[in-house]
Each structure stands twice: as structure tokens, then as C-alpha cells.
């Protein structure tokens, strides 16, 4: 139980929450005692509104964040209680203020939190509006408040400056872990390989998110600082898993073959299925021993599954005659040795925990890196691009800058207390898509119910303000923990504590929630509402740009791989990094059908055919990544015209598909037939064959095993042509309807 407590009074979730609860309880509770409850009222606002935009980033970038978000706070505070005694200014100046701060969202996700703040600092600030110098100093107070904030939250910063990069890591490897252990599933005979894939994909959505929190906190020390030595160990274990997955994407087996050629010798594929389950759980124990930080001590048997799984194929050779065998052994030799590859980048992050990395040699991996970070700059021009309905943002802003005019509105007229509560929900429940602001107001429904009814419960029983004051600071802790794991339990805790906060403050609590609870659902109906009939931005109209990019990162990838398997050398970082976009859009192309997933089935239009370009583009990747490893691992040849027939086939496929989406017209040259294709391939194979016999002597048996890896390369090659011939035939039909 305690090893719980410890582990989770660890975790990111908690450590933001102990922050944000700080910032807010220290200045009421400093203050208070002198007699200035409502200055330190005031600051607890501005840290709570800036705590929104602290994510996770270089210093620099967090430092600028934290203070734009904490004076554009103040700002909007003050500019409110400018005009709101002048109705005729307010109300278009409201709706231009609101449409303004939701359309800053284009600049990336720590402006869509600092839009957030300010647009919650617009309701909140029609709770009491000011006058004169009132007026300033509260807004003064704000910023001050944004401030101290901004230093608790270097405090923690300066603290512990790389747990959070060991905690995203420690995750990271969880994440992967899980990864290969669906590999492993995938070799019982009876798994059910459909839904193991769609697990894969939810997958990749969740590691895509993940890596590109690691690159904005690693890379960016790495760039803005002198490298450490504990920051060059997790660009070590980063770099790793990151080569772990695209090896795991890049070596697909075709496990219907498998189990039919050894259904008479099932102790080989057991024997592997072990091995990979092993590897699975290594890199889950790794995670473990940097979450407990604790000496890391390398327990496994790796090296021992490797063996067992030699014997294996060995015993497999023996029952068989070699001939036979052949076929079968060059198939269990292709997963015996990505096992061995897999072992040795595993061998790095345990190496990373347990010698000293000063020395450690990146070979040119860490060059280029910020290459690998989206450029952190704000042109006007991207504001402007986004001014249109084709845009997500500017839809988005325009319905919650209608849905706030509307709940102002209803709000003035119909006997509702507390119009700015309405705003808040509103605010904190809409989000671009229907799904995720449909499941935010349900949740958060639920949530205020539940919260109403356990607190007014605890009101019955305690009276005392003293021990009312402790609940309500814990509710908050609580509140801010469960925010991103559960928003109905936060929901939950944040009403109780509110529920207690007014029980310390106010005499007739009861009246006073019950007026809470009643805008609290109706800004939940509008903000439901809103984003049912008001200019919705369904998942099926933009799924064409969503498989557009990915087939377009696919391509890219493709060619990368083939200028690298031309020119040879060392891989460049245009490779690394149109691989790493590839994984990306993959991830938000499946992002994009879990969204669709979550909306009305009336509006699910083409959701089979957008589930399968998904899913042949998974494959496509896979099948590029294969390419692209074996080129790295393997001599290959020089490049032929052979083999740029067969890509150029491939490139002009995946080109057309890209231009139906686009709904562009493209120019069909001279198409190239199955036959000759056919033939491109007996020619590769011919090439292989002639080099072979006039290079190095070589015997009988290692000749075979040399021709059997030529035949996986023209297998792939044949894969990916099949794979780009019907991504296009599928996006025909996608387009057609």
C-alpha cells in the first residue's frame, strides 16, 4: 500500500496538482491570516489561470509561456471590466475577444492552453467586475498571481530538472513494452490478428504522443544547454525505442504461412513466441526500475531464449532433411535474427542505467537534432491561412464565440444567478470535435451530480470551517490529479470543492449550489448543442487530408529509403526524419478514426473504407520500414533500373492516390504492365544471381541462403506494389462516394 502511495506522489499528474494547489492555497492562506482575503483570492485566480499553458518544453520555451499567458490573463481582465459598464462596446467587443483568443489555438498546444486561460479569465471575470482603481489592482494582482506561479513552478523545475523526462521515458518504454507483447500474441494460432492490429494502431496514436513530448524536453536541453550526462542517457534509451518500434513495425511475418509450414513442429514457434514475450517483459522491468529509481540490475534470459530458440531450429533441421528444410529454416533464421537485433538495442538502455554515457558515441545520431522539434515562432500569415471555414480552428471559434454570445444572452434574460457559470462550462466543455466535447459533457454531468450529492452528504455531518477548509484543499489536489486520467472523478472533486469552499463562505450553501448545479448542465446542454448543428466539423470531411499526409509521409519515406539504398553512406537526418513523420501521421490518421468512431453513426459516412486506407497504410509503413532496415543491415546492390522501374511504380501510385484526395488531376504516363513488372522482378532476381556467382567464392549452402534474401527484398518490393495499387483502387472508391 505504501509503495503505492509513493509511486503514485511521483507521478507527473501529481506533482502538476501540488503545484497548481500550492500556487492557489499559499497566497489565500498568507493573506487571509493578515486580514487580505480578498488580494490573496485574487492572486490564487492568476496562478490557477496560468497553470493551464505549463507543459512540457525546454526551459526557455516554459519560462516564455508561463509569463505571455500570465500578462495576456491580467490583460483580458482588465480590457472586460473596461467595457462592461458600456453594453453598446461590451457585447461586440465580448464576441471579438472570444472568436480572437480561440483562434490563437492555430499556434500549436501550448497557445491552445493559453487560449484556454484567457478565455476561462473572460467568465470568470464577470463573476465581479471592477471600477477605477479597483479595477487595476486586481488585475495587477492577476498577473501577480500568473507570476508566482511561474517561479513554484521553476522551483519544482530546478528540483528534480529531469524527472519529468524520466517519467515520459519510463512511460515510453511501457508503451513499447506493450507493443511487443501484441507481437507476441499475434503467434498463438487462434489470435484474433484483426483486433490485435487495431490494438497496434491505438498504439502508435499513444506513442506518437509520447515521443514528441520527449523530443520537446530532451532535445531542447540538448540544444539550449551543455549536455548532461543524465539527459544524454534518455537521448540514449529514446533513441533506442524509438529504433525498437520502427524494427518491430519493419519485420512483419506472415504468421497463416507459419503456423501451416510448422503445424507438425509447434516447439519452434513456441520457442520463439517465449523469446518475444521475454523481450516484452525486459523492457517492462527497465520501466519499472526507472520509475522506483532504483540501481538497475540486469535480470533476464534473453541470451538464453536465443539459444533455446538455435536449438530449436536445429532439431527442426535435423527432422527434417536439409533440402526440406531449407525453406523453413531461412524463415525461422529471419526471426532468430531480428530477436538478436531487437536484444542489442535492448542491451543500450540497459547499458545507458548502468554505466557512465559521457562517452558514449551517438555515431551522428544526436546531429540535426532540432531538426526533430516543430519550429517554436508565431507568424501573423498562419493566423491569417485559417480565417475560413475549411479550417477546424476558425469553425471551432466561431461556434464557441456563438454559444458564449447565446449563454450570455439566455443567461441576462431567463432567472439564472450566476451567468459567467454557464460561460465557464461552456468554455471547459467544447472542443473542436462532437465526440470528445459529447463524452466532456456527459462526463462532467455525471460528475457534478456525484460531487453534489457526496458533499452536501458531508455538510449534514460537518459543520466545523476549519476541517471544511482542509477538504476543500484536498477535493482541489484531488481535482487537478484526475484531471487528464479521469475527468468525471475530477469533475467530482472539483464540485465538492467548491460545494465546501462556499460552506466556508457562505451561510446559505445550499441555495447557492443548487443555482451551480443548474448552469453547470445547461452551458453542458448548449456546448452539446453548439456542436451538433453549429458549423460542425465531422470527422468524414476531413478524413481525405488525414490520409493525404499519411500517404504523402509514406512516399516520402519511400524515397528516402531509395536515394539511401542508391547512394549507401550513413543514414542521413532527412531519413530519420521522414521516417519519424511517417510514424506521426500514421498516428493521426488513426487519431481521426477514433474521433470518427465517437460521433453519430448517421455521420460515420465511409467509415469501412477509412478504416481500411488506415490500415494499408499501417501495412504500407511496415513494409517501407522493412525496406528500409534490411538496406541498413544488409550489403545490397548497386542500384538498378530493374529496381527504379518497381519503386517508380510504387511512388506513382501512392502520387495518384495523394492527388485524388486532393481532388487534383494527374498526369498518367505510360503505365506499366503486370507482365513487364513481372519480368522487373526475374530481372532483379537474375542481377542477385549473376553477382553472386562472380563475386566472392562461395559455397552451395551459403549461395541459398544468399538467393533467399534477394527473394524476401523482391517479396517486399511485390508487397509494396500490391499495397500502393490498392490504396489507390480504395481511394477511388472512398472519392467516388
Same mark, same amino acid.
Given at each position: 500500500?505504501?509503495?503505492?502511495?509513493?509511486?503514485?506522489?511521483?507521478?507527473?499528474?501529481?506533482?502538476?496538482?501540488?503545484?497548481?494547489?500550492?500556487?492557489?492555497?499559499?497566497?489565500?492562506?498568507?493573506?487571509?491570516?493578515?486580514?487580505?482575503?480578498?488580494?490573496?483570492?485574487?492572486?490564487?485566480?492568476?496562478?490557477?489561470?496560468?497553470?493551464?499553458?505549463?507543459?512540457?518544453?525546454?526551459?526557455?520555451?516554459?519560462?516564455?509561456?508561463?509569463?505571455?499567458?500570465?500578462?495576456?490573463?491580467?490583460?483580458?481582465?482588465?480590457?472586460?471590466?473596461?467595457?462592461?459598464?458600456?453594453?453598446?462596446?461590451?457585447?461586440?467587443?465580448?464576441?471579438?475577444?472570444?472568436?480572437?483568443?480561440?483562434?490563437?489555438?492555430?499556434?500549436?498546444?501550448?497557445?491552445?492552453?493559453?487560449?484556454?486561460?484567457?478565455?476561462?479569465?473572460?467568465?470568470?471575470?464577470?463573476?465581479?467586475?471592477?471600477?477605477?482603481?479597483?479595477?487595476?489592482?486586481?488585475?495587477?494582482?492577476?498577473?501577480?498571481?500568473?507570476?508566482?506561479?511561474?517561479?513554484?513552478?521553476?522551483?519544482?523545475?530546478?528540483?528534480?530538472?529531469?524527472?519529468?523526462?524520466?517519467?515520459?521515458?519510463?512511460?515510453?518504454?511501457?508503451?513499447?513494452?506493450?507493443?511487443?507483447?501484441?507481437?507476441?500474441?499475434?503467434?498463438?494460432?487462434?489470435?484474433?490478428?484483426?483486433?490485435?492490429?487495431?490494438?497496434?494502431?491505438?498504439?502508435?496514436?499513444?506513442?506518437?504522443?509520447?515521443?514528441?513530448?520527449?523530443?520537446?524536453?530532451?532535445?531542447?536541453?540538448?540544444?539550449?544547454?551543455?549536455?548532461?550526462?543524465?539527459?544524454?542517457?534518455?537521448?540514449?534509451?529514446?533513441?533506442?525505442?524509438?529504433?525498437?518500434?520502427?524494427?518491430?513495425?519493419?519485420?512483419?511475418?506472415?504468421?497463416?504461412?507459419?503456423?501451416?509450414?510448422?503445424?507438425?513442429?509447434?516447439?519452434?514457434?513456441?520457442?520463439?513466441?517465449?523469446?518475444?514475450?521475454?523481450?516484452?517483459?525486459?523492457?517492462?522491468?527497465?520501466?519499472?526500475? #526507472?520509475?522506483?529509481?532504483?540501481?538497475?540490475?540486469?535480470?533476464?534470459?534473453?541470451?538464453?531464449?536465443?539459444?533455446?530458440?538455435?536449438?530449436?531450429?536445429?532439431?527442426?533441421?535435423?527432422?527434417?532433411?536439409?533440402?526440406?528444410?531449407?525453406?523453413?529454416?531461412?524463415?525461422?533464421?529471419?526471426?532468430?535474427?531480428?530477436?538478436?537485433?531487437?536484444?542489442?538495442?535492448?542491451?543500450?538502455?540497459?547499458?545507458?542505467?548502468?554505466?557512465?554515457?559521457?562517452?558514449?558515441?551517438?555515431?551522428?545520431?544526436?546531429?540535426?537534432?532540432?531538426?526533430?522539434?516543430?519550429?517554436?515562432?508565431?507568424?501573423?500569415?498562419?493566423?491569417?491561412?485559417?480565417?475560413?471555414?475549411?479550417?477546424? #480552428?476558425?469553425?471551432? $471559434?466561431?461556434?464557441?464565440?456563438?454559444?458564449?454570445?447565446?449563454?450570455?444572452?439566455?443567461?441576462?434574460?431567463?432567472?439564472?444567478?450566476?451567468?459567467?457559470?454557464?460561460?465557464?462550462?461552456?468554455?471547459?466543455?467544447?472542443?473542436?470535435?462532437?465526440?470528445?466535447?459529447?463524452?466532456?459533457?456527459?462526463?462532467?454531468?455525471?460528475?457534478?451530480?456525484?460531487?453534489?450529492?457526496?458533499?452536501?452528504?458531508?455538510?449534514?455531518?460537518?459543520?466545523?470551517?476549519?476541517?471544511?477548509?482542509?477538504?476543500?484543499?484536498?477535493?482541489?489536489?484531488?481535482?487537478?490529479?484526475?484531471?487528464?486520467?479521469?475527468?468525471?472523478?475530477?469533475?467530482?472533486?472539483?464540485?465538492?470543492?467548491?460545494?465546501?469552499?462556499?460552506?466556508?463562505?457562505?451561510?446559505?450553501?445550499?441555495?447557492?449550489?443548487?443555482?451551480?448545479?443548474?448552469?453547470?448542465?445547461?452551458?453542458?446542454?448548449?456546448?452539446?448543442?453548439?456542436?451538433?448543428?453549429?458549423?460542425?466539423?465531422?470527422?468524414?470531411?476531413?478524413?481525405?487530408?488525414?490520409?493525404?499526409?499519411?500517404?504523402?509521409?509514406?512516399?516520402?519515406?519511400?524515397?528516402?529509403?531509395?536515394?539511401?539504398?542508391?547512394?549507401?553512406?550513413?543514414?542521413?537526418?532527412?531519413?530519420?526524419?521522414?521516417?519519424?513523420?511517417?510514424? #506521426?501521421?500514421?498516428?493521426?490518421?488513426?487519431?481521426?478514426?477514433?474521433?470518427?468512431?465517437?460521433?453519430?453513426?448517421?455521420?460515420?459516412?465511409?467509415?469501412?473504407?477509412?478504416?481500411?486506407?488506415?490500415?494499408?497504410?499501417?501495412?504500407?509503413?511496415?513494409?517501407?520500414?522493412?525496406?528500409?532496415?534490411?538496406?541498413?543491415?544488409?550489403?545490397?546492390?548497386?542500384? $538498378?533500373?530493374?529496381?527504379?522501374?518497381?519503386?517508380?511504380?510504387?511512388?506513382?501510385?501512392?502520387?495518384?492516390?495523394?492527388?485524388?484526395?486532393?481532388?487534383?488531376?494527374?498526369?498518367?504516363?505510360?503505365?506499366?504492365?503486370?507482365?513487364?513488372?513481372?519480368?522487373?522482378?526475374?530481372?532483379?532476381?537474375?542481377?542477385?544471381?549473376?553477382?553472386?556467382?562472380?563475386?566472392?567464392?562461395?559455397?552451395?549452402?551459403?549461395?541459398?541462403?544468399?538467393?533467399?534474401?534477394?527473394?524476401?527484398?523482391?517479396?517486399?518490393?511485390?508487397?509494396?506494389?500490391?499495397?500502393?495499387?490498392?490504396?489507390?483502387?480504395?481511394?477511388?472508391?472512398?472519392?467516388?462516394?
Amino acid at each position: 500500500m505504501i509503495n503505492k502511495i509513493e509511486k503514485f506522489t511521483d507521478t507527473t499528474y501529481f506533482t502538476n496538482a501540488i503545484k497548481a494547489t500550492l500556487s492557489a492555497v499559499f497566497p489565500v492562506l498568507v493573506l487571509s491570516y493578515l486580514g487580505y482575503f480578498e488580494m490573496g483570492f485574487a492572486i490564487a485566480l492568476g496562478a490557477l489561470l496560468t497553470y493551464p499553458s505549463d507543459i512540457p518544453s525546454s526551459l526557455q520555451h516554459k519560462i516564455n509561456g508561463l509569463i505571455v499567458t500570465a500578462f495576456l490573463v491580467a490583460g483580458v481582465n482588465l480590457s472586460i471590466n473596461l467595457t462592461y459598464p458600456y453594453p453598446v462596446i461590451f457585447f461586440p467587443f465580448f464576441c471579438l475577444l472570444v472568436f480572437i483568443l480561440a483562434m490563437i489555438s492555430v499556434y500549436g498546444q501550448r497557445a491552445t492552453f493559453t487560449s484556454f486561460s484567457a478565455l476561462l479569465t473572460i467568465s470568470l471575470s464577470l463573476s465581479h467586475t471592477y471600477t477605477g482603481w479597483e479595477m487595476i489592482e486586481h488585475s495587477g494582482l492577476i498577473l501577480a498571481g500568473g507570476l508566482f506561479y511561474t517561479i513554484v513552478s521553476l522551483l519544482f523545475y530546478y528540483l528534480r530538472p529531469y524527472r519529468y523526462a524520466e517519467l515520459q521515458v519510463t512511460e515510453c518504454i511501457k508503451l513499447t513494452s506493450k507493443y511487443l507483447k501484441l507481437r507476441g500474441d499475434l503467434w498463438n494460432s487462434i489470435a484474433d490478428r484483426k483486433v490485435i492490429l487495431e490494438k497496434q494502431l491505438h498504439l502508435q496514436v499513444e506513442l506518437n504522443d509520447i515521443h514528441h513530448n520527449i523530443r520537446r524536453v530532451l532535445i531542447g536541453k540538448q540544444i539550449n544547454s551543455v549536455s548532461s550526462n543524465q539527459n544524454r542517457k534518455m537521448l540514449i534509451v529514446f533513441i533506442s525505442l524509438v529504433e525498437i518500434l520502427e524494427l518491430a513495425l519493419s519485420t512483419s511475418f506472415d504468421h497463416n504461412k507459419l503456423h501451416q509450414k510448422f503445424e507438425k513442429h509447434p516447439k519452434v514457434l513456441t520457442t520463439y513466441q517465449n523469446l518475444a514475450y521475454n523481450l516484452a517483459s525486459t523492457l517492462k522491468r527497465i520501466s519499472k526500475n #526507472i520509475e522506483n529509481r532504483t540501481k538497475y540490475v540486469s535480470k533476464h534470459s534473453l541470451f538464453k531464449g536465443l539459444q533455446a530458440l538455435e536449438q530449436a531450429i536445429e532439431e527442426y533441421e535435423n527432422e527434417l532433411d536439409k533440402e526440406e528444410a531449407s525453406e523453413g529454416v531461412f524463415m525461422l533464421r529471419t526471426m532468430l535474427e531480428y530477436a538478436e537485433k531487437q536484444i542489442e538495442k535492448i542491451k543500450i538502455i540497459e547499458r545507458a542505467f548502468t554505466i557512465v554515457t559521457n562517452t558514449y558515441d551517438f555515431k551522428g545520431k544526436d546531429k540535426d537534432l532540432e531538426k526533430f522539434l516543430a519550429p517554436q515562432y508565431y507568424p501573423i500569415s498562419t493566423f491569417i491561412e485559417n480565417l475560413g471555414f475549411s479550417s477546424t #480552428i476558425f469553425r471551432h $471559434s466561431l461556434r464557441l464565440t456563438t454559444t458564449l454570445a447565446a449563454g450570455y444572452a439566455i443567461g441576462l434574460i431567463l432567472p439564472f444567478q450566476n451567468v459567467y457559470w454557464i460561460l465557464m462550462t461552456i468554455i471547459i466543455i467544447m472542443r473542436p470535435g462532437y465526440g470528445l466535447t459529447k463524452q466532456r459533457s456527459i462526463e462532467r454531468a455525471i460528475g457534478t451530480i456525484i460531487g453534489g450529492i457526496i458533499a452536501f452528504s458531508v455538510l449534514l455531518l460537518v459543520t466545523n470551517h476549519y476541517t471544511l477548509s482542509i477538504l476543500a484543499i484536498l477535493c482541489m489536489l484531488l481535482g487537478f490529479i484526475f484531471n487528464t486520467i479521469k475527468y468525471t472523478v475530477s469533475a467530482a472533486f472539483v464540485t465538492m470543492y467548491i460545494v465546501f469552499l462556499y460552506g466556508v463562505l457562505t451561510p446559505d450553501v445550499v441555495h447557492v449550489i443548487q443555482f451551480r448545479i443548474v448552469d453547470t448542465l445547461t452551458g453542458a446542454l448548449l456546448a452539446y448543442l453548439a456542436n451538433h448543428f453549429l458549423w460542425p466539423s465531422w470527422e468524414y470531411t476531413k478524413a481525405p487530408e488525414y490520409l493525404e499526409k499519411s500517404i504523402s509521409a509514406n512516399r516520402e519515406y519511400l524515397k528516402e529509403i531509395f536515394d539511401f539504398y542508391t547512394k549507401k553512406g550513413d543514414v542521413t537526418t532527412s531519413y530519420r526524419l521522414a521516417r519519424k513523420n511517417a510514424f #506521426i501521421e500514421i498516428g493521426n490518421l488513426m487519431a481521426s478514426f477514433q474521433r470518427m468512431s465517437q460521433e453519430p453513426k448517421s455521420k460515420q459516412k465511409n467509415r469501412l473504407l477509412v478504416y481500411k486506407l488506415t490500415e494499408l497504410n499501417h501495412s504500407l509503413l511496415s513494409s517501407i520500414a522493412s525496406l528500409g532496415t534490411y538496406t541498413q543491415s544488409h550489403k545490397t546492390t548497386p542500384s $538498378s533500373k530493374a529496381l527504379t522501374i518497381v519503386v517508380e511504380k510504387v511512388l506513382k501510385n501512392l502520387e495518384q492516390a495523394i492527388a485524388l484526395l486532393k481532388e487534383e488531376e494527374f498526369e498518367t504516363k505510360t503505365e506499366i504492365t503486370n507482365e513487364e513488372l513481372a519480368n522487373r522482378f526475374t530481372e532483379l532476381k537474375n542481377i542477385r544471381q549473376k553477382e553472386l556467382k562472380e563475386g566472392i567464392p562461395i559455397d552451395e549452402e551459403a549461395f541459398v541462403i544468399k538467393m533467399q534474401e534477394a527473394q524476401l527484398v523482391i517479396e517486399q518490393l511485390i508487397w509494396l506494389t500490391n499495397l500502393s495499387e490498392n490504396i489507390l483502387k480504395t481511394t477511388k472508391t472512398l472519392m467516388e462516394e
